[in-house]
């Protein structure tokens, strides 16, 4: 076997050009390279449809929750806020009513020295400035906890304070009566969906 190898060998470097002085070697050997690509798909599957619809399904349950805590979040922002400003301004009236208090105080303690108003006037008047001043302190108390409300609602580092910087204004009367009011409600309300 080996000598039947090796005359071939010879016969194929003597079938080739070799130039005078050189040697030629023949090296033989195998190899083999295989490649393949399969792809399957059903163009017609009766068990994907119902999945295709489920998922469908919950995409649209998914985004519906979504929109709704949307919703929530803006409208807990809103109220909030308003009431922020309804403390803002009850800040304000109770201080105007303190003041108030002390300017008449003082009147009555003048009329007081002149002996035209009885004692008991100058101490209901002191306890009417006492409660104002109460309601002031618990006023300012309220507008403390609406901001902080308002800053833990909008994920605020601690150091700052948020202010209600929008003027108190009257509204126009509503347009719509109270029926198209509902109607309106129901329309497009993804809760009811």
Same mark, same amino acid.
């Given at each position: 076997?080996?000598?039947?190898?090796?005359?071939?060998?010879?016969?194929?470097?003597? +079938?080739?050009?070799?130039?005078?002085?050189?040697?030629?070697?023949?090296?033989?050997?195998?190899?083999?390279?295989?490649?393949?690509?399969?792809?399957?798909?059903?163009?017609?599957?009766?068990?994907?449809?119902?999945?295709?619809?489920?998922?469908?399904?919950?995409?649209?349950?998914?985004?519906?929750?979504?929109?709704?805590?949307?919703?929530?979040?803006?409208?807990?922002?809103?109220?909030?806020?308003?009431?922020?400003?309804?403390? +803002?301004?009850?800040?304000?009236?109770? +201080?105007?009513?303190?003041?108030?208090?002390?300017?008449?105080?003082? +009147?009555?303690?003048?009329?007081?020295?002149?002996?035209?108003?009885?004692?008991?006037?100058?101490?209901?008047?002191?306890?009417?400035?006492?409660?104002?001043?109460?309601?002031?302190?618990?006023?300012?108390?309220?507008?403390?906890?609406?901001?902080?409300?308002?800053?833990?609602?909008?994920?605020?580092?601690?150091?700052?304070?948020?202010?209600?910087?929008?003027?108190?204004?009257?509204?126009?009367?509503?347009?719509?009566?109270?029926?198209?009011?509902?109607?309106?409600?129901?329309?497009?309300?993804?809760?009811?969906?």
């Amino acid at each position: 076997l080996h000598k039947e190898y090796r005359r071939q060998r010879q016969m194929c470097i003597r +079938d080739s050009y070799v130039p005078t002085g050189a040697t030629a070697y023949l090296n033989q050997g195998n190899r083999s390279v295989a490649a393949g690509l399969e792809l399957r798909y059903a163009l017609v599957d009766f068990a994907r449809t119902p999945v295709v619809q489920e998922a469908r399904a919950r995409l649209k349950e998914s985004r519906s929750r979504y929109a709704n805590g949307l919703r929530r979040l803006q409208l807990a922002v809103s109220e909030t806020y308003y009431n922020l400003q309804r403390s +803002d301004q009850l800040v304000r009236i109770r +201080d105007a009513d303190l003041r108030n208090d002390l300017v008449i105080l003082q +009147d009555v303690l003048a009329l007081k020295q002149a002996g035209l108003v009885p004692r008991l006037d100058l101490l209901r008047r002191r306890a009417i400035e006492a409660e104002s001043q109460e309601l002031l302190t618990q006023a300012l108390a309220d507008r403390a906890v609406a901001r902080r409300r308002l800053a833990t609602l909008l994920n605020l580092e601690p150091g700052l304070t948020p202010t209600a910087s929008d003027p108190v204004q009257l509204q126009p009367t509503w347009p719509l009566d109270l029926e198209t009011s509902l109607l309106g409600a129901y329309q497009g309300n993804p809760e009811l969906e």
